[in-house]
């Protein structure tokens, strides 16, 4: 059973750079772990924290040896940087991983080094997800934060082409709870949100209304990219500079 979603990892280039976007710029608890993961997996890992929410993970390419690494790198070559991967969490992620292939989810064998198993994202519309086991990072209980004061991610926004059958594969196929598809009107959208049991929420959107901006803000998208995460919605005060940005190639959608 999936247990939690407490992530989403971002590819960059600059790994210090990103480090201090999100902790001087940003004001978020930021965690650098490259003295282990350099080492242990070739590769730099952050991990900001806010509170509320999912997580944001950075990694960056280190060692060219190591696998990760080389995944790192391929992603950056061929669509620079950005959205890399959705992070799950299981009780046992090989027993998922068996469950999950009897279900005709394609999971990926085990990476040498990796701590979770890899699902396919022709399994998944699009996302690269990788499932670790419970509490795979230890949340502070009090993180600190900086005016605007973003959250986690509240929102991860998964473009597809249709939203219903992206629906079955997250409810059916991954377990996770899910709302009936629904048309948003006003968005030009067809919708279904999917409840992970802890962090942010999953929202499948497929466009039908080319009429509408948003509508053909994700047709763009699926027109140049293809299915996959879309943007990442975070939470902030009244100090907000501004609702929508994109830093490392990401989308980011602030509501107050």
Known sequence: MITAMPRIAIA??????????????????????SPETVPSLGAHVGMCQPAGGSNIELMAPSNPDEPLSQALQKFLDRRGEGIYAMMLESADPNAEAEILLEKGVKVLPLM?????????????????????????????????????????????????????????????????????????????????????????????????????????????????????????ELNADGDAPQHDFRIFGTRFLISK
């Open 12 to 33: 960059v280039k600059d790994f210090e750079a990103a480090l201090a976007t999100f902790r001087d710029q940003m004001g978020m608890h930021v965690l650098d772990f």
């Open 112 to 232: 040498r080094g990796a701590g979770g198993r890899d699902i396919h994202p022709s399994s998944t519309h699009g996302v690269l997800i990788r499932i670790y086991p419970d509490g795979s990072v230890t949340q502070p209980e009090t993180p600190s934060s900086a005016s605007p004061h973003y959250t986690g991610i509240q929102k991860v926004l998964i473009a597809t082409h249709d939203a219903s059958l992206a629906a079955d594969v997250y409810a059916n196929g991954l377990g996770l709870a899910a709302d009936s598809p629904q048309i948003d009107a006003g968005r030009g959208v067809l919708t279904c949100v999917v409840h992970p049991p802890k962090g942010g929420v999953i929202e499948l959107i497929s466009p039908i209304d080319s009429s509408q901006e948003t509508a053909q803000e994700l047709q763009s998208f699926l027109n140049e990219n293809g299915e996959g995460i879309y943007a990442l």
